[in-house]
T-cell receptor, first 113, second 112 residues
Framework: GENVEQHPSTLSVQEGDSAVIKCTYS??????FPWYKQELGKGPQLIID?????GEKKDQRIAVTLNKTAKHFSLHITETQPEDSAVYFC????????????FGTGTRLTIIP | EAQVTQNPRYLITVTGKKLTVTCSQN?????MSWYRQDPGLGLRQIYY???????DKGDVPEGYKVSRKEKRNFPLILESPSPNQTSLYFC???????????FGPGTRLTVL
């Protein structure tokens, strides 16, 4: 089955700096890669996603890049703000089959004011 | 408001006492799923359902049961809870064939 590895497990950055979280996946058939943000006491919320026919996607301060050959994808947050502090999860899935999301182990991001 | 709801949000129980965690969605989603979240392990799928009366095991199904008698509800049943089932549980739902999955607020379960 699919295996998703995520690094780092914790990340602290100064407010205004950029943060990068990286994930690798094992199943070459995976074609959907979402990123979820989990704030304290809440469920994961989708913040951005990318499909395997696209190399990069941006949404304001957030961007995701995908390298299919190397089987890795990354989340980039620019101009970080205190409200970006949360736990971030990457995931991977196939469009067909059981449509299951396989998650990484999470990154706790702390923005230092 | 479109949402996934879970009840209870917090539960402390004792070993062996049967319990049910309810999950309901109002988005007419066919696909529903249960995950557990443990420190350092991320979210792992317990069971999923492609539609009414169709359920299947995920990665960590041992000790859990589910049912899908109605489209909107997908309860998680622990027939005889054990301390290793102490965890944070999330229900999620989506349309079949559409990628975006929506999560509930979570249920924190402690089994003593």
């Amino acid at each position: 089955g699919e295996n998703v590895e995520q690094h780092p497990s914790t990340l602290s950055v100064q407010e205004g700096d950029s943060a990068v979280i990286k994930c690798t996946y094992s199943d070459s058939a995976s074609n959907y890669f979402p990123w979820y943000k989990q704030e304290l006491g809440k469920g994961p919320q989708l913040i951005i996603d990318i499909r395997s026919n696209v190399g990069e996607k941006k949404d304001q301060r957030i961007a995701v890049t995908l390298n299919k050959t190397a089987k890795h994808f990354s989340l980039h947050i620019t101009e970080t703000q205190p409200e970006d502090s949360a736990v971030y999860f990457c995931a991977a899935s196939r469009a067909r089959g059981n449509e299951k999301l396989t998650f990484g182990t999470g990154t706790r991001l702390t923005i230092i004011p | 408001e479109a949402q996934v709801t879970q009840n209870p949000r917090y539960l402390i129980t004792v070993t062996g006492k049967k319990l049910t965690v309810t999950c309901s969605q109002n988005m007419n989603h066919e696909y529903m799923s249960w995950y557990r979240q443990d420190p350092g392990l991320g979210l792992r799928q317990i069971y999923y359902s492609m539609n009414v009366e169709v359920t299947d095991k995920g990665d960590v199904p041992e000790g859990y049961k589910v049912s899908r008698k109605e489209k909107r509800n997908f309860p998680l049943i622990l027939e005889s809870p054990s301390p290793n089932q102490t965890s944070l549980y999330f229900c999620a739902s989506k349309f079949r064939g559409v990628d975006t999955q929506y999560f509930g607020p979570g249920t924190r379960l402690t089994v003593l």
